[in-house]
């Protein structure tokens, strides 16, 4: 361990390696100042007022929004760029056909050459950080480089950040690299490249959160999936919700839906107003780390202390825990701005904009004024649906993992697996449809294994043989589920309301596993028979609902097909008990006449 320079920082104690690294990225990036973050209140008010005197950040209405501000990024630069984004293993097989992959050696060349004299004339911050309570022992360190001051804001909102994180990793002695620079913002020279075997990653080009707050999707799923493949545990891109009974009993539901599908929102749950009694937890919003507990359960938790959260859609009626949590202390960014100064976003159904979110005056004819993946950060201890056991050290047991993807058709509105390995071939053979968190087309509908497409960093095939092994060591593993909201109607109107109605499907789910409530057997899982389920109150008939809870099985040949040849381009790798239980379920369907 070394003692800082007295005038770099006040903290107290780095370790030799962290020390080193910093003194070796700080010759290659060449920043005029290094600031050693201590995350406390002073530098966090003293970086918002550096962004906001350089007009980098407006501060938003006092009144409505007190300490909130608006950030305007590059409108180039406004969601993860997945074709951009590599795994770098040393044998290539490693990093599987779901990843980009380039040979350590030569992405260190390339992204050395992009961070030489990157900084000249900026400042270099250092961001140690902690993914998970500061006192678990599933918790991780990383120390994050960037030369973004919105980063740094960014990650004392979305992670434990600062002196308690730097001194635990002194006292573990290990932690993850994560080199970040903006550079010049040009898509042309933008990369985001993990190192798994070296616990590093090197991010150039984008100040966009997927990108650059390296705590994120890039330590606490990429490098993390690594580290608990060798290390007994998963690390997903789940939501951690905790579901209360009128009994006071809470059960605990970790859920993996893809990119803005809804993951923040069943979080952050409202019963409806026939569920007196009920309440929802929140524990997170984005991702779960799972480790096996003594007692032969599953536990979670949350490695992130914040949200980073899609703003448009969120009000009162879809959303009223975010829309209560995001009214102070918030940072947005790329929202629309009212004449008042109060950030605007499609779905609000308040206010109007004046200012698109480039800053323009506002002109429909230049599409939405938000940007559809605007998003806000804020710390989760605001939300009033927030979790004291969050903090837990020793997580919280999970009684059902839920898999769901966005589709229009097939996938009815809930199922139950028949065990954890038909519960795997679920979760990898999910599929959704694109939003606008990532570049590229919306809408088009593509394979997700487990939410984890973009996220996964290593070959998918070895992922699931992983999964299986996690499962079958685990005396009483969770119930594996799938959910779909957002079947549609020809005319494109949703058959599921969705949102606060949601509980009803989530209290199917715990009274199954509770043994309680009834189901139907199926040749893809056991389904709420129609009177299963709570409808009472809703506006939906019975052809509504025998339509979301039908299995046509044309359709589910079509699909296994096309799971098939997509577990295909895995080869040999391909856990045999995968196959077995796709060729299980094909057999279940060509034996099973629907009832009409
Ligand atoms: C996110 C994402 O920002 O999944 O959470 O893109
Ligand atoms: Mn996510």
Redesign the pocket.
């Known amino acids: 361990m070394a003692t800082a320079p007295e005038h770099l920082t006040p903290l107290s104690v780095i370790s030799h390696e962290v020390a080193v690294w910093v003194a070796d990225v700080a010759r290659l990036t060449l920043p005029a100042k290094v600031h050693w973050c201590d995350g406390s209140e002073a530098e966090y008010r003293s970086l918002q007022q550096l962004l906001v005197g350089n007009g980098e950040m407006l501060p938003l209405n006092a009144d409505t929004h007190p300490g909130c501000f608006l950030y305007r990024s590059d409108p180039n630069d406004v969601?993860?760029v997945e074709h951009l984004t590599y795994v770098c293993t040393r044998d290539r097989e490693d990093a599987g056909p779901n990843n980009h992959w380039m040979a350590p050696a030569q992405a260190h060349r390339k992204m050395d050459d992009l961070f030489r004299g990157c900084m000249r004339g900026r400042t270099l911050y250092v961001v140690p950080y902690c993914m998970g309570p500061i006192d678990s022992p599933f918790s991780r360190g990383g120390v994050e480089i960037t030369d973004s001051a919105y980063v740094v804001l960014n990650m004392r909102l979305m992670t434990r950040m600062g002196r308690a994180a730097l001194e635990r990793i002194a006292r573990e002695g290990t932690f993850v690299k994560g080199l970040h620079s903006v550079g010049e913002l040009d898509p042309e020279r933008r990369f985001i490249v993990h190192f798994p075997e070296e616990s590093m990653i090197k991010s150039y080009g984008s100040g966009y959160?997927?990108n650059a707050l390296l705590g994120?999707?890039c330590h606490a799923l990429r490098i993390a999936s690594w580290q608990a493949r060798s290390e007994g545990w998963l690390a997903e891109?789940m939501l951690i919700v905790g579901i209360e009974s009128p009994s006071g009993q809470t059960h605990y539901l970790a859920c993996a839906f893809?990119?803005?599908c809804g993951?923040t929102n069943l979080a952050m749950l409202i019963p409806p107003a026939s569920y007196a009694g009920w309440k929802v937890w929140t524990i997170g919003d984005?991702?779960a780390w799972l480790h096996p507990g003594k007692d032969g359960r599953l536990y979670a938790i949350n490695p992130e202390s914040g949200y980073?959260?899609?703003v448009p859609g969120t009000n009162p009626k879809t959303n009223r825990n975010a829309y209560e949590t995001i009214r102070r202390d918030t940072l947005f960014t790329n929202v629309a701005l009212t004449a008042g100064g109060e950030p605007w976003w499609e779905g609000l159904h308040e206010g109007k904009p004046a200012f698109d979110w480039q800053g323009r005056a506002y002109d429909p004819a230049n599409g939405p004024a938000a940007h559809p993946?605007s998003?806000f950060t804020v710390a989760a201890t605001q939300n009033p649906s927030y979790s004291r056991a969050a903090e837990a050290a020793g997580g919280v047991p999970i009684s059902a993992i839920v898999f769901g993807g966005r589709r229009r058709s097939l996938a009815p509105l809930v199922y139950q697996a028949r065990g954890w390995a038909h519960g795997v071939l679920i979760g990898a053979g999910v599929a959704s449809e694109t939003t606008a968190?990532?570049t590229g087309a919306v809408g088009v509908v593509r394979r997700d294994p487990m939410?984890m497409k973009?996220?996964a960093g290593y070959n998918f095939a070895d992922y699931w043989d992983h999964w299986i092994r996690v499962g079958a060591a685990l005396e009483h593993p969770p119930q594996i589920f799938h959910v779909n909201w957002f079947r549609q109607r020809e005319d494109g109107r949703f058959l599921w309301p969705g949102f606060g109605e949601n509980m009803r499907v989530l209290r199917w789910i715990i009274e199954r596993c509770e043994g309680r409530a009834g189901a139907v057997d199926t040749p893809i899982g056991q389904l709420p028979g129609p009177s299963d389920l709570d409808t009472r109150g809703l506006a939906i008939g019975e052809s509504v609902l025998e339509e979301l809870l039908a299995v046509d099985p044309q359709s589910w040949r079509e699909e296994l097909a096309a799971i098939g040849a997509y577990f295909d381009e895995f080869g040999e790798r391909l856990p045999q008990a995968l196959k077995r239980e796709l060729g299980e379920t094909l057999q279940r369907i060509e034996a099973f006449t629907p009832r009409r």
């Open positions: 969601a993860r959160g997927g994120k999707k891109h893809p990119s803005a993951k984005d991702i980073f959260g899609v993946n998003r968190a990532a939410a973009p996220f």
